[in-house]
Structures are given as C-alpha cells and as structure tokens.
C-alpha cells in the first residue's frame, strides 16, 4: 500500500461540527483531502465555522441536523447523498454534558435531576446510535469499505466524582462501539468497521467552571487531573484528529470496536 493513511475523497460526515474537538477533527481531515459534511443544530455556529474552513481553501458543506431526530437525519443523509454519491465515513461529535445531571459539591446523589440525566443521556446515546443506523444504511450501498468513530471519555472507564449521566452515557458508548463493531462485521464482514476515541482532559466550554477559577488560574479539581496525568498537562484539541485520522484510514482496514485513550496517560496511572 502507498500510502495507508491516505483519506484523499472519502466523504466525511461529523455530527457536533461546530463543537470544539469535533471542529478541530473537521478542519484536518478536510486538509487532508477528505469531502467533509458538518453536521451541527446550531446553525450560527455551524455558518461560522464554515465560512472560516471554506476561507482557508477547505472543500467543506455545513447542515443544519438534529442528532436526536431520524426524519431530520435521514433529509440530511438523501441531500448529503444527492451532492456527494456516497458516505465513507460518520463521527459522532454530538455529545456533552449539562449542569443538572452532574452532582454539586453541597448535594448528593439523591438530589439529582433525573430529566437532565435523561437528557444527557439521549444526547450522547440515542445521538450517537440514530445517526450510526441512519448513515450505516448510506454506507451498505457504497462499494468501498467504511468505517464510523464515536466520543466516548475517560469518565466511561474511571469514575469521576460528581459527573453521573455523563459517564453513564460514555460508559454506554463503549458497549454500543463495541456491539455494533460485532455486529456489522460478523454481518457485513470488513464493509463497516466501528471504533471510538476517549479524550482524557481538554479544557472546554463544558468543563472550564469546574477547572477553572473566574481569574483564569486552575482550581483545586485541575490540579488534581494533572496530578493524576503523567504528561502533566491538559490535551489540546488539536491532539485528538490524528488518532481519528487513522481509525478511518486504510491502514487500520482490521481494527475494529476499539476505544483509544487520548488522554497523557491519565487511563493507565495509577497516581502512585
Ligand atoms: N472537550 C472535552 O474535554 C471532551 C473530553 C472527552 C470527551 N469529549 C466528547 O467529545 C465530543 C465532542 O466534544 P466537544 O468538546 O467538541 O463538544 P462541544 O460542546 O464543543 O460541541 C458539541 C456540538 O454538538 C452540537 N450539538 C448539540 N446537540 C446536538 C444535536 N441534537 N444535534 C446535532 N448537534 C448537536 C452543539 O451545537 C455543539 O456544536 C463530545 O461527545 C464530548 O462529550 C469531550
């Protein structure tokens, strides 16, 4: 093989586009000659951050989608189908947690709110799986080889005090990469492979109250984290592409139901 991380017209489709990692995965995997579908429900957002990849020369389309939704999903996949002939590739960007499904210092787990950890949960769980069955159905009609790549995070594997839905909808991810990676395969053999990446600690929209102080300085909490990463430091979002990057190439063509820790080595430390 020439090159077997070469991606060069495969089209992407990545849900949570306009997020921060999701976005950062978007912008190099367009530079590295990928057709890439940004999916977002946030059409503000999503306008920007095409209007600034297509700036720089990117061969990118934004569309306005609903994770949550399968009519909506499926219009976008037809328009995605009708403008580019097939998919070779989804990331399920979407995803993220909210204040009410994590526990406050001063409470515990009986004051939780049950319909904010419902709603975590669908958004991570329903919104990965929805748009895997939608596309998937896409990708049994290519005749090249595919492959889908989900968020999970070290919340799925290490139990972080306070954060429940969240990580009981990333430990959720792990089993779904895990199942439908055993499923397609044992039905469809090497047509589509599934993997995930668990990014360990980014500092981020979702969690920047809990690491960080109104004066920018880190709190208690972050300093634990890096204190538990041999790295010793936080991740930055434009470490986590390149792992995706040859999840869907030729070169991982056997891998399949893999999570990756990209994470400093908080996953495999034992704080000692
Ligand atoms: N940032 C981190 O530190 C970190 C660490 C581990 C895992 N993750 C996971 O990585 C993934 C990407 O994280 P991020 O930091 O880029 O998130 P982000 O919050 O920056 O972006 C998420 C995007 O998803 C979009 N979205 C929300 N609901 C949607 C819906 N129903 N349909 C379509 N789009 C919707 C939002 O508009 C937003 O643009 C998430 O699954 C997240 O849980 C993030």
Request: aromatic fraction near 6%; charge should be neutral; include cysteine.
């Amino acid at each position: 093989m020439k090159n077997p991380f070469d991606i060069t017209g495969q089209v992407v489709v990545v849900t949570g586009a306009a997020g921060v990692l999701a976005g950062q995965t978007t912008r190099h995997l367009a530079e590295n000659g990928a057709i890439v579908a940004l999916l977002d429900i946030n059409k503000e957002k999503l306008d920007a951050r095409v209007d600034e990849f297509r700036k720089d020369g990117l061969n990118v389309s934004g569309f306005v989608s609903n994770v949550l939704d399968e009519a909506i999903l499926e219009k976008t996949r037809d328009e995605i189908l009708s403008r580019f002939g097939k998919v070779d590739v989804l990331i399920n960007g979407a995803g993220g947690n909210m204040p009410g499904a994590t526990i406050p210092p001063d409470k515990t787990v009986f004051d939780l709110k049950i319909a904010d950890w419902d709603k975590v949960l669908a958004l991570n769980l329903k919104g990965t799986l929805l748009p895997s069955i939608v596309f998937a159905k896409a990708m049994l009609q290519n005749p090249g080889k595919c492959s889908i790549v989900n968020f999970s995070s070290m919340a799925a594997t290490r139990m972080i005090t306070r954060v429940l839905g969240y990580s009981n909808a990333k430990g959720a991810i792990d089993n779904l990469t895990r199942w439908l990676a055993m499923e397609f395969a044992r039905v469809h053999g090497d047509k589509i492979r599934v993997n995930a990446v668990a990014p360990g600690w980014f500092i981020g929209d979702q969690n920047r109250a809990l690491l960080t102080n109104p004066d920018g300085s880190l709190t208690e909490r972050a300093h634990k984290v890096i204190n538990n990463t041999p790295m010793g430091r936080f991740g930055e979002a434009n470490e986590v592409p390149g792992t995706i990057h040859y999840l869907i190439s030729p070169a991982a063509n056997f891998v399949t139901g893999q999570i990756v820790a990209i994470d400093g080595g908080f996953s495999i430390f034992s704080g000692v």
